[in-house]
């Protein structure tokens, strides 16, 4: 989640406004301390569930892309790419 400053918000609320419509859960402080919360007025139930797996402590997010797994998924048979170029011949 994203954290700002209640000055820093004040000077730049469009764009955290515009944010939070995108689906971004913004964290406002006070003096170093959470105060606040900017939310989507609306979230679909995968982002709600997602963001409550984050509360619970069952997954992490920092508000950055997610990174994918760093291993390849195991497959059967001809990968996609395979398959794609044999089609092409």
């Not at 409550?52 to 760093?70: F, H, I, Q, T």
Request: hydrophobic share 35%; glycine share 12%; aromatic share 4%.
């Amino acid at each position: 989640m994203t954290e700002v400053g209640v000055e820093t918000l004040k000077d730049q609320l469009g764009d955290y406004l515009r944010r939070a419509r995108g689906g971004e859960r913004i964290v406002i402080t006070e003096h170093g301390r959470s105060v606040a919360l900017l939310i989507p007025l609306e979230e679909n139930a995968s982002a709600r569930r997602a963001w409550e797996l984050v509360e619970a402590g069952a997954a992490d997010w920092s508000g950055g892309k997610p990174a994918g797994s760093r291993r390849r998924p195991r497959t059967r048979g001809k990968s996609a790419s395979a398959i794609v170029l044999e089609d092409r011949r």
